[in-house]
Each structure stands twice: as C-alpha cells, then as structure tokens.
T-cell receptor, first 112, second 114 residues
C-alpha cells in the first residue's frame, strides 16, 4: 500500500495561511491524492483531491509537486473552526485495491 | 437519505455478548468502508465492499469480526463475543466510485464493552 508521511502537529494563528505538507514518495501513476479532515467528535470530511494539477475549491487549495512525491494542503485564512486532524491519503484507481487507508495525520491547532 | 447513516449512535454491551452495527450508505454508492477508531487514535481500516462483495477484508482484527452487505446498500458489522478492547468508535463511509471520487463518512457508532 502506498503510504503518506505528515508532521504530527502544526500551529497557526487565526486569519493566517496554513500550509500542511504530505510526502508520498511511493505514489503510483494512478493514485489520486486526497485530503480529509476530522473535527473533534465527528467523522472525517472530504476537503480536496487531485491527480497532477493544482486544485482549488471553496475550502482549500492543493499544490502537487511536479514529480507527485509530495503535496501541500493550503488553507488561505485559518479560522478556529479549521482546528482538526488533517489526513493525506492516496486512493488507487482500481476497485479491488481501494482501501482508503488513513495515516496518523496532522493535528492543526488554531489560536485566536 | 442525505448522508451516511449509522445506527445505533451509542451502544453499551457486556463482555461476551454479540453486537451488530448498521450502516446505510448514500443511495447509489457502490463502495462502502468500515473503520475503527480507538480513543485518541487514527482510523483503522477494517473492510471494503464494492457492491455486495468484499475485495479487501484484511483489516478485520479477528474471526470474531464479520461484515456483510446486501442489495448493494445496507451493511452490517457484527462483533461476536465482544471484548473490552473492542471498545471504540466504528465509522462507515461510502463512495460512488474509486480513486477520483470523495468518500462520505457517517457520524459513527460508539461501542463500549463493559
């Protein structure tokens, strides 16, 4: 299974940008890069995903390295509600291998 | 329904009893996943369904754990002869396809074995 590596924790002040890194050096050509976050006492929620090109949505931006061995989730202006554990996950294209494996994630603390 | 629904939301059971946890995925979603999350820990993959079949059940921790899915919809996770170490939040997720689609999670079932 392709694995991801993330820092255990990060801190930010409210209204500042946050860059959450993820290394996935064993990524294969058909793996999508997904990000989920888990707020306290809730199930995980989808944030964003991409394959090769950078992606933007209303929640965040995803910057993918040219060699696809790393990616960065960008929260443009952190709010207190963004305090959560952020997971970077690789999702393979094939049905029979779609385990959706979560690593330990990055716990983001946001200070007022 | 609008999202993934899990029931019950909380379950307290005595050690040695069997429990069944239910997951209603989003209508039309072919992929369904079960996870376990112990207090303060990450998500542990248990089993993955595509339709009614389970291409990957490698995460089931012991033969006391089993899961089935019927009609390509509802799934039941059964834990036989529960032990205290089975206490955790059990999460279910569903997805409309592989790789390029997002997965939607339920709120989980908190299982406490006393």
């Amino acid at each position: 299974d392709a694995k991801t590596t993330q820092p255990n924790s990060m801190e930010s002040n409210e209204e500042e940008p946050v860059h959450l890194p993820c290394n996935h050096s064993t990524i294969s050509g058909t793996d999508y890069i997904h990000w989920y976050r888990q707020l306290p006492s809730q199930g995980p929620e989808y944030v964003i995903h991409g394959l090769t090109s950078n992606v933007n949505n209303r929640m965040a931006s995803l910057a993918i390295a040219e060699d696809r061995k790393s990616s960065t989730l960008i929260l443009h202006r952190a709010t207190l509600r963004d305090a959560a554990v952020y997971y970077c996950i690789l999702r393979p294209l094939g049905y029979n291998t779609d385990k959706l494996i979560f690593g330990t994630g990055t716990r983001l603390q946001v200070f007022p | 329904g609008a999202g993934v629904s899990q029931s019950p939301s909380n379950k307290v059971t005595e050690k040695g009893k069997d429990v069944e946890l239910r997951c209603d995925p989003i209508s039309g979603h072919t992929a369904l996943y079960w996870y376990r999350q112990s207090l303060g820990q990450g998500l542990e993959f248990l089993i993955y369904f595509q339709g009614n079949s389970a291409p990957d059940k490698s995460g089931l921790p012991s033969d006391r754990f089993s899961a089935e899915r019927t009609g390509g919809s509802v799934s039941t996770l059964t834990i036989q002869r529960t032990q205290q170490e089975d206490s955790a939040v059990y999460l279910c997720a569903s997805s409309s396809g592989q790789g390029s689609t997002e997965a939607f999670f339920g709120q989980g079932t908190r299982l406490t074995v006393v």
